[in-house]
Nanobody
Framework: QVQLVESGGGLVQPGGSLRLSCAAS????????IYWYRQAPGKQRQLVAD???????DYANSVRGRFAISRDNAKNTVYLQMNGLKPEDTAVYYC?????????WGQGTQVTVSS
């Protein structure tokens, strides 16, 4: 199992930027594909971006070109750089690590985009 701790959320104005971090501990970090999800009030959890063990990335259409996911295996950390933030990006952002049938979640970090 791996333990995940997200950080970096906060309040930002439209058009601003934030960088979220997902720090992992407890197992071999490099063996996991890492996902960022978000959940807005009253809505289902939505996949935002993911990065494989080999570094291949993918994004939801709603964030493609604005968000960038990366991983630093030496620091056991995955980042989500979010630029050009919009009010509709407001949500709790969760980090998820998967390997075979193993599925691990962090506690989430709140991102609020508002003027």
């Amino acid at each position: 199992q791996v333990q995940l701790v997200e950080s970096g959320g906060g309040l930002v104005q439209p058009g601003g930027s934030l960088r979220l971090s997902c720090a992992a501990s407890g197992s071999t970090f490099t063996a996991y594909t890492i996902y960022w999800y978000r959940q807005a009030p009253g809505k289902q959890r939505q996949l935002v971006a993911d990065i494989t063990t080999g570094g291949t990335t993918d994004y939801a259409n709603s964030v493609r070109g604005r968000f960038a996911i990366s991983r630093d295996n030496a620091k056991n950390t995955v980042y989500l750089q979010m630029n050009g933030l919009k009010p509709e990006d407001t949500a709790v952002y969760y980090c998820n690590a998967r390997r075979f049938t193993e599925n691990n979640w962090g506690q989430g970090t709140q991102v609020t985009v508002s003027s």
